[in-house]
């Protein structure tokens, strides 16, 4: 299925244990060897530390290879392997099981932010988030960890073990490299919190259900992305097809049985005889995790709401408008029409469409454009989000917020044909530099210090300074320029409407 998922981010130019090591130094040993970063500044950065061994396809990972002498860790390893679009010319590589290391230049004993990037879980590379801000006015050790993607993180077929999960326990493996290597890099192991943003949320919503990733972390964050994230119909496309972001094993190795056979395939082993090249052609169809697995055993929302997870506080949330980037393309790149947005509609809804139409009226909004993409972003990203968080909050300590900045930075040099507000990913630039470093107002700026402060806090004491999410249209911490206040979420995006 289709997603498109941070292709704000695509257009953005991203595109573009043994003794501890003295804080100050570039070198650092890990459990297989020595590492030489560099010293930037008020940080040191380690890129390209191999956290598994090469993957074997449709394999565990396994334990990195030891190695002799000081390795180079100057530069990123190789991108996993996915088509072009976050990374210009995509990637060919099944070897990209790297980590990257961004500490405070006096690093000892700091809280660890484990980083888990988006990308639809068909793209992207965790070198594309320079985390020198965020280590060094958070005061936290920022770990940013590749994954695999696509065919090769989430294929499945029946008969084939770990089907749909690969890129999850890619996952795992980076976590346990953590627990047993950052304190060398002067990182406390027993303060780690795994945070993501969009696929990465999806991800961290994953491992907050998986049994197998207990005691692997200590705090979650989730950006934009949650356990109920999914859609209807013609939500982000004309003929999209209604569907969760987990999805049943038994449906996906079917599936994958299905996709064997257009490559010419009957089974795993030919397949694996396969160039990445020749695979990449069918990327696409396979970027929803699979539930009903050993290592996700339910599906995740279920999960939360039968308690079945880890108890380690949760910092939650999204951006006050979402979906705005898939608005303002959804007619041949250009901002929904007026009779597009009515067929849709129609479509989409059926009987109960004039009733959505009285909530989401292109009057009330300025545009067809602007109405859809309230209704995409309630209905698919506050609401579900909000409801993970309410599941939550029945059995552990849950902070809910949403970035609310009505024009952040932009994503894409193109200059945008309607408003796009605080649209899908205009958070990541808060804490990271994205290929670039963001041109803020001092306001801005000011709202950036502000959030790195809070979920540096948060990775720190598990309290990011707002009060606590109860889930009873309680509070919400709104992050705007010079306007940081409670709102009440479930009123502003509709949430008891959908629920109803």
Same mark, same amino acid.
């Given at each position: 299925?289709?997603?498109?998922?941070?292709?704000?981010?695509?257009?953005?130019?991203?595109?573009?244990?043994?003794?501890?090591?003295?804080?100050?130094?570039?070198?650092?040993?890990?459990?297989?060897?020595?590492?030489?970063?560099?010293?930037?500044?008020?940080?040191?950065?380690?890129?390209?530390?191999?956290?598994?061994?090469?993957?074997?396809?449709?394999?565990?990972?396994?334990?990195?290879?030891?190695?002799?002498?000081?390795?180079?860790?100057?530069?990123?390893?190789?991108?996993?392997?996915?088509?072009?679009?976050?990374?210009?010319?995509?990637?060919?590589?099944?070897?990209?099981?790297?980590?990257?290391?961004?500490?405070?230049?006096?690093?000892?004993?700091?809280?660890?932010?484990?980083?888990?990037?988006?990308?639809?879980?068909?793209? %992207?590379?965790?070198?594309?988030? *320079?985390?020198?801000?965020?280590?060094?006015?958070?005061?936290?050790?920022?770990?940013?960890?590749?994954?695999?993607?696509?065919?090769?993180?989430?294929?499945?077929?029946?008969?084939?073990?770990?089907?749909?999960?690969?890129?999850?326990?890619?996952?795992?493996?980076?976590?346990?490299?953590?627990?047993?290597?950052?304190?060398?890099? %002067?990182?406390?192991?027993?303060?780690?919190?795994?945070?993501?943003?969009?696929?990465?949320?999806?991800?961290?919503?994953?491992?907050?259900?998986?049994?197998?990733?207990?005691?692997?972390?200590?705090?979650?964050?989730?950006?934009?992305?949650?356990?109920?994230?999914?859609?209807?119909?013609?939500?982000?496309?004309? %003929?999209?097809?209604?569907?969760?972001?987990?999805?049943?094993?038994?449906?996906?190795?079917?599936?994958?049985?299905?996709?064997?056979?257009?490559?010419?395939?009957?089974?795993?082993?030919?397949?694996?005889?396969?160039?990445?090249?020749?695979?990449?052609?069918?990327?696409?169809?396979?970027?929803?995790?699979?539930?009903?697995?050993?290592?996700?055993?339910?599906?995740?929302?279920?999960?939360?709401?039968?308690?079945?997870?880890?108890?380690?506080?949760?910092?939650?949330?999204?951006?006050?408008?979402?979906?705005?980037?898939?608005?303002?393309?959804?007619? *041949?790149?250009?901002?929904?029409?007026?009779?597009?947005?009515?067929?849709?509609?129609?479509?989409?809804?059926?009987?109960?469409?004039?009733?959505?139409?009285?909530?989401?009226?292109?009057?009330?909004?300025?545009?067809?454009?602007?109405?859809?993409?309230?209704?995409?972003?309630?209905?698919?990203?506050?609401?579900?989000?909000?409801?993970?968080?309410?599941?939550?909050?029945?059995?552990?300590?849950?902070?809910?917020?949403?970035?609310?900045?009505?024009?952040?930075?932009?994503?894409?040099?193109?200059?945008?044909?309607?408003?796009?507000?605080?649209?899908?990913?205009?958070?990541?630039?808060?804490?990271?530099?994205?290929?670039?470093?963001?041109?803020?107002?001092?306001?801005?700026?000011?709202?950036?210090?502000?959030?790195?402060? *809070?979920?540096?806090?948060?990775?720190?004491?598990?309290?990011?300074?707002?009060?606590?999410?109860?889930?009873?249209?309680?509070?919400?911490?709104?992050?705007?320029?010079?306007?940081?206040?409670?709102? *009440?979420?479930?009123?502003?995006?509709?949430?008891?409407?959908?629920?109803?």
């Amino acid at each position: 299925m289709k997603r498109r998922w941070l292709v704000p981010l695509v257009a953005a130019g991203l595109i573009a244990g043994t003794t501890a090591a003295n804080a100050d130094d570039s070198v650092v040993r890990t459990g297989y060897g020595a590492v030489r970063g560099e010293i930037n500044g008020h940080t040191r950065v380690f890129e390209g530390i191999p956290y598994a061994a090469p993957p074997e396809r449709w394999r565990d990972p396994k334990a990195p290879r030891k190695w002799d002498g000081v390795r180079d860790a100057t530069k990123p390893g190789p991108a996993c392997a996915q088509l072009p679009g976050e990374l210009p010319k995509g990637s060919l590589s099944e070897d990209c099981l790297y980590l990257n290391v961004t500490t405070p230049a006096k690093a000892r004993n700091k809280p660890v932010v484990v980083w888990v990037h988006g990308g639809g879980f068909y793209m %992207g590379a965790g070198s594309n988030y *320079d985390a020198r801000r965020f280590a060094e006015q958070g005061d936290v050790v920022v770990v940013t960890v590749n994954y695999r993607l696509g065919i090769f993180g989430f294929f499945g077929m029946p008969g084939l073990e770990g089907s749909g999960t690969f890129g999850l326990k890619d996952q795992q493996a980076a976590l346990r490299w953590v627990r047993n290597n950052i304190q060398n890099f %002067g990182g406390d192991p027993r303060n780690v919190t795994l945070a993501g943003q969009s696929a990465g949320a999806m991800s961290v919503c994953a491992q907050l259900t998986s049994p197998a990733a207990a005691g692997l972390f200590d705090r979650a964050v989730m950006q934009s992305g949650s356990c109920r994230s999914g859609w209807l119909d013609n939500f982000e496309y004309r %003929g999209e097809v209604a569907a969760t972001i987990f999805q049943p094993v038994d449906a996906l190795e079917e599936h994958g049985k299905d996709i064997a056979q257009v490559l010419g395939c009957a089974d795993v082993a030919c397949l694996r005889g396969k160039t990445a090249e020749e695979l990449l052609p069918q990327h696409w169809a396979f970027i929803q995790p699979a539930y009903g697995t050993p290592l996700l055993p339910r599906y995740p929302g279920d999960a939360v709401e039968q308690g079945r997870f880890h108890r380690v506080p949760v910092l939650s949330g999204t951006t006050k408008n979402e979906a705005t980037p898939w608005a303002a393309a959804y007619d *041949d790149k250009a901002p929904m029409r007026p009779e597009t947005f009515e067929a849709v509609l129609k479509e989409t809804f059926k009987e109960r469409a004039e009733e959505v139409k009285a909530v989401y009226s292109p009057e009330k909004y300025g545009s067809a454009a602007l109405a859809w993409a309230a209704i995409v972003t309630d209905r698919m990203w506050s609401c579900t989000q909000y409801e993970t968080a309410r599941g939550l909050a029945t059995r552990t300590n849950v902070y809910e917020y949403e970035f609310a900045d009505p024009n952040p930075p932009r994503l894409s040099p193109i200059p945008p044909q309607m408003p796009l507000g605080a649209q899908h990913a205009s958070d990541l630039w808060s804490f990271f530099d994205l290929g670039r470093a963001p041109k803020f107002t001092e306001a801005q700026q000011r709202l950036s210090d502000q959030m790195i402060h *809070d979920w540096a806090r948060f990775a720190r004491t598990g309290i990011p300074g707002w009060p606590r999410f109860t889930g009873n249209h309680d509070h919400v911490q709104s992050f705007a320029p010079d306007d940081v206040r409670p709102v *009440d979420l479930a009123e502003e995006h509709r949430c008891d409407f959908w629920r109803a």
